[in-house]
């Protein structure tokens, strides 16, 4: 299979460069793998599990609150708002992202906007279960 070069870059580093085959983002729009020569596209980040498939190697898991993708035929860079790695991830972790994504949402007064953060809450509380499992 053919590679490409993915960055995820978070606001303290630069999380992950390299080579991979393919990359599982989820979407605002719904999720979609990157490949090699994928068409240049834009995409906003949901809160969600981005997936790094190295060559010969086991899925990197990355647990992402936000952020967009700028994606083109020769690599993809993800600038996220948050990122965990999989292995990072604690329960009382998660708590405290849940807890601070239910004050975001409190605080929040447009009904679309609030929803969306109420998805992110739900989508944060089944990484935990996924973690309990």
Do not use: N
């Amino acid at each position: 299979m053919s590679t490409f070069h993915f960055e995820l870059v978070a606001p303290e580093r630069i999380l992950y460069s390299g080579e991979v085959e393919s990359v599982g983002l989820p979407a605002a729009e719904g999720d979609m793998t990157v490949l090699a020569g994928h068409a240049p596209v834009m995409a906003t980040l949901k809160t969600g599990f981005l997936v790094i498939a190295e060559p010969g190697s086991a899925d990197k898991r990355v647990l992402v609150q936000g952020g967009f993708a700028d994606i083109g035929p020769k690599g993809a860079t993800v600038l996220a708002e948050r990122a965990l790695f999989s292995e990072e991830l604690t329960v009382d972790e998660l708590d405290r992202e849940i807890a601070r994504a239910r004050s975001v949402a409190d605080a929040m007064e447009d009904g679309a906007e609030k929803e969306d953060a109420l998805a992110a809450i739900v989508r944060l509380e089944d990484a935990k279960a996924t973690l309990r499992a």
